[in-house]
Nanobody, 124 residues
Framework: QVQLVESGGGLVQTGGSLRLACAAS????????MGWFRQAPGKEREFVAA????????SYTDSVKGRFTISRDNAKNTVYLQMNSLKPEDTAVYFC?????????????????WGQGTQVTVSS
């Protein structure tokens, strides 16, 4: 089993920044890809970004490219999501996820473990 705990969410004004963290514990060696997803009220959960533990390969959804940066600290088993130039449409619960597959894609079903989520609210 792998446990994922997110932190760093909060309330920020448009144009502001937040950094989310996801601490992984348990059998982390069984996972290859870490991802961030988000879910706004009344909407489906959507992919935001992903990174691999081994070589740091990254992937982003188009709407966050140039504004968000995903990174990892292998020694701490922690993945980060630096979010800059935040917009009201970024408001959502942000979830961390872990996948067995290397370079896992953007689909929810491709991820095997999930955190509880952290709320990000961007005020206009």
């Amino acid at each position: 089993q792998v446990q994922l705990v997110e932190s760093g969410g909060g309330l920020v004004q448009t144009g502001g920044s937040l950094r989310l963290a996801c601490a992984a514990s348990g059998r982390t060696s069984s996972t290859s890809t870490m991802g961030w997803f988000r879910q706004a009220p009344g909407k489906e959960r959507e992919f935001v970004a992903a990174i691999t533990w081994s070589d740091g390969w990254t992937s982003y959804t188009d709407s966050v490219k140039g504004r968000f940066t995903i990174s990892r600290d292998n020694a701490k088993n922690t993945v980060y999501l630096q979010m800059n130039s935040l917009k009201p449409e970024d408001t959502a619960v942000y979830f961390c996820a872990a996948a067995f597959a290397p370079r896992a894609g953007a689909r929810v079903y491709q991820y095997n473990y999930w955190g509880q989520g952290t709320q990000v609210t961007v005020s206009s």
